[in-house]
């Protein structure tokens, strides 16, 4: 065939394609939520969902990753392959729409389990997109097909390329550095943890998982799944089982695979993770709400049956004390809603998951009765310690009306009463404290004082919070209650900045603070309002110029400009900058950097937080060598 002809055939038939990748560049967000950090992995996750895909249809059983040292990323899988020959109605090939038509992954595949919603599934077109260059390779009868890209538009036609024997598709991209303009480097920690969950989710595949780079590869594979999921859970967040192995099953109801991992340790917490198709929904939904009611339902008939509770009838709560959990969902269509489309909606799954809970959980009682016996009387010891501590809420609020009604003699308060406007800054330091006072805008920014008390929020009992001033203070100068009775709509600021210094000490109360809001303030963090405010690292001066740098980088930069004899000093605290310097660097909203924390940096916290105050000393010290930036550099 002519070359020629070809090729203008070929770009008749793309126009279409074009405008729809055109819009992914216009306004990346709307597809991968967007351009920073997290976008830019959104896009590995993305082509990797595909070859999971591939494997929870049960074509495919390897994914490997490998971040090359170019920068680009190579995926391959052993799936069936992308399509491939040409499609009539649309006058293209099938890999070519695959790669370039925004609509195409539903025309082709017809897996029930997709990855879809959400910010996933949006298809390997918009990663395409999104990319400097990318080629597709898909192996499939027994030929070798190949195309390749650049900016999601194809250099020529489909080829084949060579004879092949397996079948299977590799993909390899380069972020789009004109795209995701603040960093185009992945994080090996970011994306291990995702692999590691996978693979968890997904028994049946094997993650290869490989960094060029650093000369470092992993390997995921849990033949165990969420059971495995659990128990990893537990040993990495430093928390005792009272039982082992987890309780876990796997049924199936009305074409919804429901797959369910339990195991109870001895503190206080409940830590449910509720997937569906793999997509973590951490604002829960149906399928949370259906396991719920058959916990509790499944507990209290048991301890009925057998004596165990005599009388007394356990709420949800109680039941759920010291519980960790995995219920991971596998169903057609899944419907998500919520602010960040992490809910799920479809009212199928409450009803799937509580008749397979309810089935299954009541035979696993009746063939493990200790088992059984330990979880009613944990049940029972929670109930009691909650009338205790009811009683005693009620005697404090008969002697303390004025103390909870009034706000905190420390809180500088701001003048604006629209909590849209507000903003808290929470400071470590008295001394720091009294910077940010005179330095704020008062006009909308409050300050709240705290001293760098380390408060034992694991050991202490929910209800011995409010014993505690420094959280009492928090709690009244935020508004919307504690606990169970958090209401975020009567919160008196939308933005909650927490701000300590760039130490040890100071991520310490940052990781306390976090862990109180995830446990007791959830929707605080879930709805966005939590910041960590990021003071500059140096100044860097020459005469009269100055410039504050927030990393090394900037601070090689600001040597450079200013050149020779340039100062650079190190902050090591807030307390180094007076009022007028922690107002430009820190608190100005048209000059200061924060960064917004994400449920998963709270989640993070919370775990580092138990092994923190955990009883077990080796766990703890390995976790704070290995962990301990994290939460400094709330990064992604
Ligand atoms: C559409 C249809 C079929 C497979 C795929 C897409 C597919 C896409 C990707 C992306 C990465 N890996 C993939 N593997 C498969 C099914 C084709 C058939 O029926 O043979």
Redesign the pocket.
Known sequence: MDGKEDQKLYDADSIEALKGLEAVRKRPGMYIGSTDSRGLHHLVYE?VD??I??AMAG??TNVSVTLNEDGSVT?V?D?????TGMNHKEGKD?LEM?LTDLH??G?????SYKVSGGLHGVG?SVVNGLSKWLVAF?E?EGKKFRQSYKIGIPDGPVEAVGQSGR???T?TFMPDDEIFTETTAFDYEILENRFRNQAFLNREVTIHFEDKRIGKSETFHYDGGVSEFVKYLNTASAKKAIHDPPIAFVGEKNGIIVDVAMQYTDGYNEEIDTFVNTIFTPEGGTHLTGFRAALTKTVNDYGKENGLLKELTLEGSDVREGLTAIVSLKMPDPQFEGQTKSKLGSSAAQGAVSSVMNEKLAEYFLENPAVAAVIVKKGILALESREAARKAREITRRKNVLEFTSLPGKLADCSERDPSKCELYIVEGESAGGSAKQGRNRAFQAILPLRGKILNVEKARPDKLLDHEEIRNLMIAVGGGIGKEFDVSKIRYHSIVIMTDADVDGAHIGTLLLTLFYRQMRPLVENGHVYMAMPPLYRVAKGKKEVYAYNEEEMAKAVEDLGQGANVSRYKGLGEMNPQQLWETTMDPDKRIMKRVQIEDAMLADRLFSILMGDDVEPRREFIIEHAHEVINLDV
């Open positions: 082509v595909n070859g895909d591939e074509f495919a995926v899988d799936g069936r392959g992308i399509p099938a695959c195409a992954g025309k082709f595949n017809q897996n390997v898909s499939r079948t299977g598709t993909i």
